[in-house]
T-cell receptor, first 117, second 114 residues
């Protein structure tokens, strides 16, 4: 399977606990994106990496959130001191890049559904 | 005004009909436009991309872009019950750093009735 993979697929945690999600992009893609999606809404951009560099973070990404892509391959998203409002689907996507002009297409992984109780 | 707007629906069409899904966007500098299909409980799946004004066809799907009107649409011909899903419109604003960040609409739910 050469698609984007994410682990775990589901995570239930208690408020205040820390959680970490992993994303493995399509192998030849050097851009990796994290989005968050809540019920009835479209995905919202959180952050993105080009190779190992984190180049942009949304204001949605509070200081409790941190993302890494240490070797330019897989990425992790950590949420510290989880809150009930963090309950959502966390989606990872990857694409080729950079380029000038229209951007490359992004392909999504299956997502990690987080439930904070 | 939302950056990308879609009618949430549901849009209900009979099997075999043409489904027409619409999307408007606010940033005139937007360069890239995408349609994703999302089944309930699943992640978005890319079905069409369009970058230039006009029509782009792929099988039963046709994407239409009108940058002057800031409007993009998706037509699904010969709709099948398996097309029942939420369709997400996504736009890249074409910022100078060209991050590729996508702005999504809230999605339109399509129901195809047998």
């Amino acid at each position: 399977d050469t698609g984007v993979s994410q682990d775990p697929r589901h995570k239930i945690t208690k408020r205040g606990q820390n959680v970490t999600f992993r994303c493995d992009p399509i192998s030849e893609h050097n851009r990796l994106y994290w989005y968050r999606q809540t019920l009835g809404q479209g995905p919202e951009f959180l952050t993105y990496f080009q190779n190992e560099a984190q180049l942009e973070k949304s204001r949605l990404l509070s200081d409790r959130f941190s993302a890494e892509r240490p070797k330019g391959s897989f990425s992790t998203l950590e949420i510290q001191r989880t809150e009930q409002g963090d309950s959502a689907m966390y989606l990872c996507a990857s694409s080729l890049g950079p380029r000038t002009g229209p951007v490359y297409e992004q392909y999504f992984g299956p997502g990690t559904r987080l439930t904070v109780t | 005004q939302k950056e990308v707007e879609q009618n949430s629906g549901p849009l209900s069409v009979p099997e075999g009909a043409i489904a027409s899904l619409n999307c408007t966007y606010s940033d005139r500098g937007s360069q890239s436009f995408f349609w994703y299909r999302q089944y309930s409980g699943k992640s978005p799946e890319l079905i069409m991309s369009i970058y230039s004004n006009g029509d782009k066809e792929d099988g039963r799907f046709t994407a239409q872009l009108n940058k002057a009107s800031q409007y993009v649409s998706l037509l699904i011909r010969d709709s099948q019950p398996s097309d029942s899903a939420t369709y997400l419109c996504a736009v890249n604003r074409g910022d100078s750093s060209n991050t590729g960040k996508l702005i999504f609409g809230q999605g339109t739910t399509l129901q195809v009735k047998p």
